[in-house]
């Protein structure tokens, strides 16, 4: 009787949690920060339909990198949980963090029980009355939180992203300059995740762009603070127009 093939549960972690950073570094990086007018989120993605950051709920946003049909069934799961909260007890029970909290069991249950971990890497925000009072929730593969201060950046190039945003990042910068800082970093990041000196050409065509609105009563008359710019719009916000 041949022995079953043992490894283990230290190797078998560790193999998981691998497979799932290469997938997610393989990745095109998203980038979401705080701003005197709201959330800005920026991704990269050459896609005008397979969106990588979106609305969930009123005043909360999604954005994530890694494997679209992983990511997306989060994001729906995550639609479908903020709409029966809302309407079982109160739209204003609906927070970030509550959301966050759900889907560190979902994405910690996968990754110890299933075959293999999900490739994703999520960001779930909330948009508050200032800046200070924005929530900003950084999600791993293996149901890992943290609470980010001021910015994320998730996919490939995070590391090197986020080292120029620290040093130029301004929490009371406009929309449009909270736009053009992220997207120059973005182009200072190199193919292979290393900085560059000379940015590499990163148009409109190839971002897709999102603000959740700090005051969307007074901007539109809704509630609902989530707000996505066409590629024409971001155009004109990167050429200095106002939108």
Do not use: W
Not at 9 to 26: C, S, V, W, Y
Request: hydrophobic content about 40%; charged content about 25%; overall charge negative.
């Amino acid at each position: 009787m041949t022995q079953p093939f043992y490894v283990s549960p230290e190797q078998l972690m560790k193999d998981r949690a691998d497979f799932a950073r290469k997938g997610i570094a393989r990745g095109r990086s998203v980038v979401v920060l705080s701003c005197a007018e709201g959330i800005a989120l920026v991704a990269e993605n050459p896609s005008p339909s397979l969106h990588k950051v979106g609305e969930i709920y009123d005043r909360i946003a999604f954005a994530a990198v890694g494997r679209y049909n992983e990511f997306e069934s989060l994001r729906q799961a995550g639609v479908r949980y903020a709409d029966l909260r809302g309407y079982a007890y109160d739209r204003e029970d609906v927070t970030a963090r509550g959301l966050a909290s759900v889907y560190t069991q979902s994405l910690g249950a996968v990754f110890t029980t299933e075959g293999k971990p999900f490739e994703v890497e999520l960001a779930v925000v909330e948009v508050g009355a200032v800046p200070d009072e924005d929530r900003l929730f950084r999600l791993l593969f293996d149901g890992s939180i943290s609470d980010q201060r001021s910015f994320v950046v998730m996919g490939g190039a995070a590391e090197t992203v986020s080292g120029i945003l620290a040093d130029r990042h301004d929490p009371g910068a406009t929309f449009a300059g909270a736009v053009g800082t992220a997207v120059d970093a973005l182009r200072r990041a190199g193919e292979d995740g290393e900085e560059s000196t000379a940015a590499r050409d990163l148009p409109a065509e190839q971002l897709e762009v999102a603000v959740l609105d700090r005051d969307p009563m007074t901007l539109r008359g809704s509630r609902r603070a989530f707000r996505r710019l066409s590629t024409e719009a971001c155009a004109a916000l990167l050429a200095g127009e106002r939108v």
